[in-house]
């Protein structure tokens, strides 16, 4: 038998101690914001029933499903029946990479992994309702999982930062999660980010008044979607595929490319009475928005479409310049929870992506340096007093006092070795540790102390004394980050 | 079509917001232990190539494996393999619930979902060597998934909290992953748990003095750990079930029963050098963990076993007397890291679950009363006015000034409708928010506040009014918790 492999499974990342210290600076500070805007945590389970999740992603999304096999005796059963399945004629689908068998898949799956968080927090208003409040905003920060092609910036397992409130009709929701949002982003240090704002019903008209059919009305959205990236030509190209007459297409594409204001759009479709009741949400949902964080980065844009097939209203994408694609988006969606449901209940939200944020944070070199947060590493300088060093370290660990950045506890690794001092402080040096503490030979009670921040070594110290020095340095350390 | 199923999948959970802050309120004060002791965060993914989850948790773990359907083109030819597998004479296993067929398994599936966190770590190991200091001290708390039946806390999607030092031989380590999980476990509340210790060298030492073969050496081990649920009685019929002499059964289970010291066993098998040389380790861990908040629980148990198959060393589990099973436990696994690594490296790791630790602190009330961290809701009387309340909520959330407990921002709710004084306060006091403030009709930069606390209203408040009014509730409400 070779090696085995241990590279994690395609798509996918190991967080080494230095990534999840970033990660975590970034969720909390999102999470803070979150809450403070009155939003409440939600967590659902990373699977879900496989019909839950099927039919609410479109085509695309059911493929990109990461499927859970089904478990013990049905699994026979479910062998027999996609195989008799495929040898039905016709049976077997040309995809991308060859003949595939999706119809064969729910035979053999009976659970899915999570693909976003808005199908599983529309399934929980339905489960749980009566429990929750009439109007619910919650947040959830949890990872979900697609099948899709990495790239930069793209991953099979990512991490969503969601806020939504369900519930309410009133414009202002859509200011608040975008606000949120924005908010979020602010805080985090992103002062160039545009948040470009539309509205399905807006779009809806558009399509109507070009002349495209009602059944079109689909196709013609997810071609113009693609905009951003195949260029006006492209979506001329895609609209004709999709059925759609050419004279139709171009009148489109002109209202996309000539209607540049609110103002612009609102005159080209004056006579639709669609495309006025859409622009005077838009409206409303600017005006809220002008007193919260979005304001100073909120553009109106006709040519957003945003991909998901649930969106009913206005919808957002948020993004920056030096990454392609988005840093997240949203919008209303009064029509996904009845299908868990029976009847309708408005909802509007806003997703970020945590890894977009994240890489462009990394090269933007956005983290405050001090992330790294052992105050000091120990040891004995014989193995011999190994114990006399570990009820060292755990006093300091106990040391109650007041520690810069937080009432944390000062955090002390102990090296399970004897070693020199030189080596200790190498040790601590190479491994951004901030300070090494060692025994001497026979020594009880009693520490040597070197500090990085000052280079100095203070010898013979009570734990007090140890302790007093280490949340100095600590806030040394802070001060000089600020 | 009916009305779809919303309940989550068998044995995964909901977590409402309550469920969610007391579950952050444990592992906050986990991870604030971990991070003290010197432990870094790590994070792997959700699933793992099933070939690195396979044969490592025994039998039983294999088949308890949640595993992923593999995608696209490979499924069709997946599916004729396992379909002919299927007509192999002798494919068919007999399991407990009839038919199963766990050797089409492999060939459907090419990932599995993490079954714990320590077999990711050990590959983590080996797949970032050198990135990784010498001695690797980490935490992680991430969930993980096993097809298992579900109970009393006990579920198909739960948390583990696990640390683990790899690359270290001295006995510190043990005490220092035992007195960290001890500390968790005290800094939650809890003062009345037992932590057993035993060696997997001892039991095999025991095992070989009893004059059963080192072939049946896991079987017997396996019975074992069964002697809490099954007592006396049932070890004795598994272990000739397993097809161990009566005789030799019978001497196993006296040592078992009879020596419940350590220096009852030292004297017993005086002498096996083995036994001799486990004994040493656990004197020397127990001297070691003297000094550590473990001291007080810990008990040397010769029965302990635990039941996966990769200990090598010390052993360690915690209880509470009113749960059946286990809060954690963990050990020494020298073997491990190499099944991935092809070299040794000594590791040794404490699991805490954290399932089992809410359901008691849910049971015995230990949560403090003030998790809901919302502070107030504000709402216009006026729909109207509905701007101007967005407008004072946003400037209370970015109030800056020092808020007891933490320096996080007042959480400030917004009502998206037009709500009267008595119906808001109602509200408020029904969702657990500690106050309601609103705009009278016509009213900008000013706001009413009534706070639950006193039961007081005060009007015409300006914001910086309205936040000092929050920020001194929320004082007085840490105050009155502790």
């Known amino acids: 038998m070779g090696k085995p492999i241990t590279t994690p499974p395609k798509g996918s990342r190991d967080f080494l101690p230095r990534d999840v210290r970033q990660r975590t600076y970034v969720t909390d500070i999102i999470r803070g914001v979150f809450q403070a805007h009155g939003f409440a945590p939600l967590e659902t389970p990373a ?61 053999l799956a009976d659970l899915g992994l999570r693909y976003d968080l808005t199908v599983p927090l529309a399934r929980v208003v339905a489960a749980h309702q009566g429990k929750l409040p009439s109007v619910f905003k919650r947040y959830q920060i949890q990872p979900v999982w697609r099948a899709d092609t990495p790239g930069r910036g793209r991953f099979r397992e990512f991490y969503q930062c969601d806020v939504d409130i369900v519930g309410a009709t009133s414009k202002v929701v859509e200011a608040e999660v975008a606000g949120a949002a924005a908010e979020c982003l602010e805080r985090l240090g992103f002062s160039d980010f545009k948040l470009r704002i539309n509205h399905r019903g807006l779009l809806r008209a558009i399509v109507e008044h070009c002349g ?16 951003d990236k195949i260029g006006v030509e492209g979506v001329e190209r895609e609209l004709q595929a999709r059925g759609i007459a050419a004279e139709a297409a171009r009148r489109l594409l002109s209202i996309m490319g000539e209607a540049k204001s609110l103002a612009a759009v609102k005159a080209a479709l004056a006579g639709s009475e ?108 014989e193995e011999h007093d190994m114990k006399a060093a570990l009820a060292f370290a755990e006093q300091l660990r106990r040391a109650v006092g007041e520690v810069a950045g937080g009432n944390a506890a000062l955090s002390v690794d102990l090296l399970p070795k004897g070693t020199q001092p030189g080596k200790l402080r190498k040790h601590a040096d190479e491994h951004g540790i901030a300070a090494a503490l060692w025994l001497e030979p026979g020594a009880i009670d009693r520490a040597s102390l070197w500090t990085k921040h000052d280079g100095v070594t203070r010898k013979d110290l009570s734990v007090n004394d140890a302790a007093e020095a280490l949340r100095e340095q600590r806030r040394l350390t802070k001060q000089s980050a600020q």
């Open 274 to 381: 669609r495309a006025q009741a859409a622009i005077a949400e838009l409206e409303s949902v600017l005006d809220f928005a002008s007193v919260t964080a979005a304001h100073a980065h909120l553009s109106f844009d006709v040519t957003l479409a945003r991909g998901l097939g649930y969106y009913t209203g206005c919808i957002f994408e948020v993004a920056v310049a030096d990454l392609a694609g988005s840093l997240g988006g949203g919008g209303r969606y009064d029509g996904l929870v009845g299908m868990f449901l029976g009847k309708d209940v408005p909802a509007c939200g806003f997703s970020l992506g945590l890894e977009r944020i994240l890489v462009v944070m990394e090269e933007r070199k956005m983290y405050p340096p001090d992330l790294e947060r052992v105050d000091a590493v120990i040891a004995p300088v």
């Open 47 to 107: 699977f879900e029933r496989l019909d839950t999740l099927l039919g609410k992603y479109g085509e695309e999304g059911d493929q990109l499903l990461f499927k859970i096999l089904v478990r013990g005796e049905p699994l026979v059963a479910a062998v027999r029946q996609a195989h008799a399945y495929l040898a039905q004629p016709g049976a077997l689908v040309q995809g991308r990479s060859g003949e595939t068998a999706p119809g064969a898949e729910p035979m």
């Open 212 to 227: 495209i059919a009602a059944s079109s009305e689909a196709d013609a959205i997810v071609a113009v979607d693609k905009l």
